[in-house]
């Protein structure tokens, strides 16, 4: 199959069947089997989908069944052997401490040839290939490992000295749906399913794979969906935005919509028109807008990152047409507003400077011309035509300088200082006029505007009147954003100036630290008492120290504040998801402005919403309330599941959770990857591990599958870690923090193939069963170092948080990161159940106060209440705990659901135009399916 019904597959659930025909006397029990095969890894066949399968021709169906399970074990990491090094596990050693001591001793003083350092026996064989230790068959049977047993490593396939064994019992069960309860009858319409919480069993989607009969509409839809997003899109994203244009629009921009709400989308989609056609320049000058959209069509047509994050590109020549286009454009935008827009990305211009040449003919642009003498800051001969261009476009903000040498130079006064000149003097409302024409920067900066307005009632109505006339000039992620970013601040708490230097102290200890970690002499290790002393300290019986054992060799960027000091969590720009955290020295905000900002955010976004196609019913899961809407999703790792940042998901009761990693390394490079835990109590002190060292942490609490530390083609390397909840909140734990290192500081995105996930596995299953899988992500990235998410095991959450940790080491593992782990992890905990981010509520709300003829909010009891067109009132009724109406009802109807899992859409009976989101699963036919930064995309102004 081609790459475009991969792609609608994957973010569909339907598939293409092409070769329709007489059925085969066979394609019942056929397609018989192939469900099976569907139902090992979590799918079920659609009615319509299994007849078209079972009229498949024979010479066909085999092909395309292997595409079809090829693109659903991808989906979850089956496609590959996920081979741990203790092959029994989750039966791993019980004694970790007397394995490694003998895995020291072989290491040390086996030698080929010579008798077994442990049993004395002779002919222990030849030494493996490639790490050459002399290995005892009958002290390391190789039956119960897939590697070297004294250093991990895989071995090349001469060796003799593994075994072939018979894979571990497999025990699958296919999903079931859930049973529908009878519903009962409000206001005479039909009756539907009850929500309700789930049971263990069916925390799990139930993905149901339906037909795709017209694959090329399909591919226009999702084309057009994802262009409309008003987010920067991830790499998987962009990936499938180009396979869709190149079958459905390939060199051509006639069919974008007049406004794309997200730049670097619509920048990509320009360079890709442009690289496919030349014909295609004058088209994209039409559609640019600001001097950075320019840059960033350029850079994405030299191959580079359109967010202009990434600086390692080179400029492509580029064609004289675009080179004459692109000084046009400049020129256009005169030399003060062109100039400020090039400084903000310098170093780009600077580099796409170099391929337009602007100082040739300055006659033709000087606008353009001066404005890259001012990124530049070039002198020109006052006479010549650079040096006059100069001198013409002087004014206040373009200042000249004149040079002893007879040159000239010009320095730009940006917008920004002269907000930040008026700042400095007090004068808030002349901020304020400044800002005003350029509303998302004022939007932006709201909170600071606030603040310097202090208790002055008429500065703050002006800043409120300034949000009125901006709103409709603003993207709607930032006035949710700058909104939500208000939530309780009338109740910000300051940081003490004790506790403020406490953390300029550790700061600065840090850095001294990490300044001197390369002077400081590591003990050599010179005899067997050295080796034993160690490996008792290491894996003695008695309990583990719970701090690092070499404080100050590594730690995490910067000092920061601790768990119980108040505190702001930033998220820096960037390619990766990082945070950085700071004393909080805020003053709070007055209640009441923060209830007309929200009020003014509500009343635009649901304005905007009020000229879309309405709906007669909307059902609302109170509990999306809690889960924060995606703005950013560029630097999201591509996941399975689709998470949202910050989103909170149940676990099982049962309490069993499986983690895997998998990674490939390069050929010449090898990369050791570890897959580990910390465990810290409701304080956020640290408990204990369990990783590569420690393989067990409180008896079957937390088990390791061993330490793999190579990953050659074509077996790769895996590694799991099972978490028993009931044992580890019984050991003290109540939180768990999984940590992905690479070891020996090879940045994942050099390796050739990597990807965790998480599993609920049946207790005295299969090692991986692919029905089981919740979540799969892959790590990617200039990153050593993970935390995908958080385990509440108390209360049975988690927290997911994509976040990558900053850190310098010589060698990387969870036992030398204490506070600094716990300091991450309580730091996304209190950000994304705070409430500082807009919710998923939030933007489905703003749509049903504004397209609904009447509103449903569903409670975690089951019951509903039905509120006014009003966001304030949707807001209201979520936060209560239970309804005055039994049940959601309606049939046939236009309907807006949106539910934390899939599944429980399934008793509604929608009508034409319906739309669905769901953070779990996906709703079947005839659902339209819409993520959350669908929906806000539609409120682009």
């Known amino acids: 199959m081609d790459r475009l019904a991969t792609v609608v597959l994957r973010r569909t659930g339907r598939v293409t069947v092409i070769g329709n025909g007489p059925a085969p006397a066979d394609g019942n029990e056929w397609t018989a089997a192939l469900e099976a095969d569907l139902a090992g890894r979590g799918w079920l066949m659609h009615d319509e989908l299994r007849r078209a399968a079972g009229r498949l021709p024979v010479a066909v169906r085999v092909r395309w069944a292997d595409w079809l399970l090829a693109v659903l074990d991808e989906d979850t990491g089956a496609d590959r052997p996920l081979v741990p090094l203790y092959r029994s596990f989750p039966d791993t050693p019980r004694d970790p401490g007397a394995v490694f001591v003998r895995r020291l001793l072989t290491h040390l003083f086996a030698v080929p040839g010579a008798p077994c350092v442990l049993c004395e026996r002779d002919q222990v064989g030849a030494p493996l290939d490639p790490c050459g230790h002399p290995v005892c068959p009958a002290c390391f049977p190789p039956e119960q490992v897939s590697g070297c047993p004294v250093c991990g490593r895989r071995l090349t396939s001469g060796n003799s000295y593994l075994t072939p064994v018979a894979p571990p019992k497999t025990v699958r069960r296919a999903p079931v749906l859930p049973e529908e309860p009878p519903g009962e009858r409000v206001r005479g319409l039909p009756p539907v399913v009850r929500p309700r919480v789930l049971p263990p069993e069916e925390l799990l989607p139930v993905r149901i794979a339906g037909l795709e009969t017209d694959p090329y509409t399909a591919a226009v839809e999702l084309r057009d969906q994802l262009v409309a997003r008003p987010g920067a899109l991830n790499d998987g994203d962009r990936a499938d935005l180009n396979a869709l244009i190149a079958v459905t629009a390939p060199g051509r921009l006639d069919w974008l919509p007049e406004v794309v709400p997200g730049r670097e989308t619509h920048a990509l989609v320009i360079a890709w028109a442009l690289r496919e056609s030349p014909q295609a320049i004058d088209a994209a000058r039409k559609r640019w ?121 010009v320095r730009l006064r940006s917008h920004a200082s002269l907000v930040e000149q008026a700042l400095a003097a007090g004068d808030v409302p002349g901020a304020v006029r400044l800002l005003t024409g350029r509303p998302g920067e004022l939007w932006r900066r709201l909170d600071h505007l606030l603040r310097a307005a202090g208790d002055d009632p008429d500065t703050r109505d002006a800043i409120t009147a300034a949000l009125r006339q901006t709103a409709p000039k603003v993207a709607p992620g930032v006035i949710a954003a700058s909104a939500a970013q208000l939530t309780k601040r009338d109740a910000t708490v300051r940081a003490a100036a004790a506790d403020v230097a406490a953390v300029q102290r550790a700061r600065a200890g840090a850095l001294a630290a990490r300044r ?107 509990s999306l309330a809690h889960i924060p809407a995606p703005i950013r999703e560029r630097v999201g790792s591509a996941q399975l599941a689709g998470w949202p940042r910050g989103s909170v998901r149940p676990l099982p009761a049962d309490g069993l959770l499986r983690l895997f990693l998998h990674w490939e390394e390069p050929e010449r490079t090898r990369v050791d990857l570890d897959l580990s835990c910390a465990f810290f109590d409701e304080d956020w002190r640290r408990v204990g591990y369990c990783d590569f060292s420690r393989l067990r942490f409180a008896g079957d609490a937390a088990v390791h599958s061993g330490d793999l530390t190579s990953a050659p083609a074509p077996l790769g390397a895996t590694e799991y870690l099972d978490l028993d909840m009931d044992l580890l909140a ?145 807001r209201a009724a979520a936060a209560r705990p239970t309804g005055d109406l039994p049940a959601v009802t309606g049939s046939g109807s236009a309907v807006l659901a949106g539910a934390v899992d899939g599944s429980l859409l399934t008793g509604l009976a929608p009508g034409p135009g319906s739309v669905a989101f769901a953070v779990a699963g996906r709703p079947g036919s005839p659902w339209t399916v819409l993520s959350t930064i669908d929906l806000l995309g539609q409120l682009t102004g």
């Open 289 to 409: 807008d600001t001097v950075t959209d320019v840059a960033r069509t350029v850079w994405a047509y030299s191959q580079g990152d359109p967010g202009l994050v990434d600086l390692s590109t080179r400029v492509r020549p580029l064609p004289r047409m675009l080179r004459r286009a692109v000084l046009a454009h400049l020129d256009g935008r005169g030399a003060v507003n062109a100039a400020e827009d090039m400084l903000r990305h310098a170093t780009v211009w600077k580099r796409i400077g170099e391929r337009l040449h602007p100082f040739e003919k300055v006659s033709h642009h000087p606008a353009a011309a001066v404005a890259f003498a001012v990124v530049r800051g070039t002198r020109a001969d006052r006479s010549g035509p650079l040096g006059r261009a100069i001198v013409d476009h002087a004014d206040d903000q373009l200042q000249v300088s004149a040079h002893p040498d007879g040159t000239v130079s």
């Open 516 to 622: 001197a970690r390369d002077q400081v002499t590591v003990a050599m290790v010179t005899s067997l008492n050295d080796v034993m002393r160690e490996a008792a300290g290491r894996f003695g019986r008695s309990a583990p120290d719970p701090q690092p054992r070499t404080p100050g060799r590594a730690s995490l960027t910067g000092g920061r504040p601790g768990p119980a000091m108040p505190r702001r969590i930033f998220f820096p720009r960037g390619s990766l998801v990082t945070t950085w955290t700071e004393p909080e020295t805020r003053a709070a905000l007055q209640t009441s402005t923060i209830a007309a900002v929200r009020s003014i955010a509500d009343s635009e976004l649901t304005g905007r919403a009020a000229g879309l196609p309405r709906f007669d019913l909307a059902v609302l899961d109170a």
């Open 730 to 874: 019984g050991a003290g734990a109540r939180y768990a923090v999984p940590i992905i290192f690479s070891f020996n500081d090879i940045a994942f995105e050099k390796l050739t193939a990597a990807i965790a996930g998480l599993m609920l596995p049946l207790r005295g299953g299969e090692q991986f069963d692919a029905a089981r899988v919740a979540q799969r992500f892959d790590l990617q990235g200039d990153a050593r170092m993970m935390m995908p998410f958080v385990v509440d095991l108390d209360r049975r959450h988690l927290l997911w948080t994509d976040l990558t940790l900053n850190a310098s080491a010589d060698w990387y593992d969870v036992g030398r990161f204490g506070d600094q782990l716990a300091r991450a992890a309580a730091d996304q905990w209190e950000h994304f159940l705070g409430g500082h981010r807009p919710s998923v509520l939030d933007v489905l709300a703003w749509h049903a106060a504004a397209r609904a003829d009447r509103i449903l909010v569903v409670h975690a009891d089951g019951t509903c209440s039905e509120v006014p067109a009003s966001v304030a009132a949707i």
